[in-house]
């Protein structure tokens, strides 16, 4: 499988959850319900052939049909931690069903899932795991947290057993986090499983990768601002300002502050002092000059200066508001090599 292809899979997986959609892989196979037609079963199966995305629906929706309802209800902005939820059989006595493994290298979506099943308050959430001492169950896992401490597991062992995560999971949660749910042994070998891939994706993650934890990581906890425009006029680059002002801080997390989803081109807009800040929270220590610009730009980011006046005219530059911020903007998910959902004819 050629790079290209896997990705296109990867990214239907993250758009089919973030347009509400449940979805099961197998044999490099996505079984899901179909968008357009909605029936009730999973009967919509999607593959990669010669580079595209194929689908059969058994109710014969067209591949055409199905890609737009997908673009339609795909929302990139949906947090993550809302795709990963937990939920429940609807027996007498009801079971505890873990929401689906998200793809091997997708650190963002991995680090999600974690939060969501572990229950942690999405204000401090899990940004990667890496495994320390001997290789193996007998070896010690941490997790990271953006604005808090780590959560140790160890030996990495006590994971796969509901008798032993439990009690270690408890004692090492913030005042704000969840009760753990009740976890049974299969649902602990399924959490084990993704820790592992988790700290596979953590230990050597690609730059875009990283870069991409780190925007991905701030939109999970902060809000977003729609109906405003960064391409307007200069009052309406001042409202798009006025709204990036964070609502105040809470202990250093991303909560209270504000991004943009642009109303004329649908990108994302974040001030660079928060990301910045954001980035120093996971990254763990000062960062280079110009680390975050590089970096933003090798995604096809811009930085850019938005500058506006409250009133415009000749009153406005007189001695009206003014405000001047810098910003990053670009488009989310990040599409390389452009959009081949698209692609079909
Ligand atoms: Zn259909």
Same mark, same amino acid.
Request: aromatic fraction near 4%.
């Given at each position: 499988m050629s790079p290209a292809t896997k990705d296109t899979l990867a990214r239907l997986r993250t758009r089919l959850s973030q347009a509400g959609l449940t979805y099961t892989e197998d044999n490099q196979k996505i079984t899901s319900q179909?968008?357009?037609?909605?029936?009730?079963?999973?009967?919509l199966t999607a593959w990669v052939a010669k580079g595209r995305m194929e689908f059969s629906c058994s109710n014969g929706c067209t591949d055409n049909a199905v890609i737009e309802a997908i673009i339609e209800k795909?929302?990139?902005?949906?947090p993550l931690h809302d795709v990963f939820k937990v939920t429940w059989t609807e027996d007498k006595t009801p079971k505890l069903i873990l929401p689906g493994i998200p793809v091997h290298d997708d650190l963002v979506a991995l680090a999600a899932w974690i939060t969501s099943v572990l229950r942690l308050d999405v204000r401090f959430p899990v940004v990667k795991a890496s495994h320390h001492g001997v290789? /193996?169950?007998?070896g010690h896992i941490e997790l990271h947290r953006a604005g808090c401490d780590s959560i140790h597991f160890e030996p990495a062992a006590i994971v796969s057993s509901a008798r032993r995560l439990g009690p270690a999971l408890q004692w090492q949660l913030e005042p704000t986090d969840g009760e753990p749910y009740g976890f049974k042994d299969e649902h602990c070998k399924r959490i084990a499983h993704v820790l592992r891939l988790l700290c596979g994706v953590s230990s050597a993650p690609s730059e875009t990768q990283e870069t991409e934890n780190i925007i991905g990581t701030f939109l999970q906890g902060a809000k977003a601002i729609e109906g405003r425009t960064t391409h307007g006029t200069t009052a309406q680059r001042y409202q798009a300002a006025e709204a990036l002002k964070s609502d105040g801080d809470s202990r /250093?997390?991303?909560?209270g502050q504000h991004y943009l989803i642009d109303s004329q081109t649908g990108e994302i807009v974040i001030r660079v002092g928060d990301l910045q800040e954001g980035a120093r929270r996971q990254i763990g220590s000062s960062l280079p000059r110009g680390w975050l610009d590089a970096r933003i730009d090798g995604l096809g980011w811009k930085r850019c200066r938005l500058d506006g006046h409250a009133e415009s005219g000749r009153t406005g530059r007189a001695g009206g508001s003014h405000l001047r911020i810098d910003v990053y903007r670009g488009y989310w998910p990040v599409d390389e090599e452009g959009d081949d959902l698209l692609d079909v004819a």
């Open positions: 179909c968008p357009a037609c909605e029936s009730e079963d999973p009967r795909h929302d990139p902005t949906r290789r /193996g169950q007998e /250093g997390s991303a909560w």
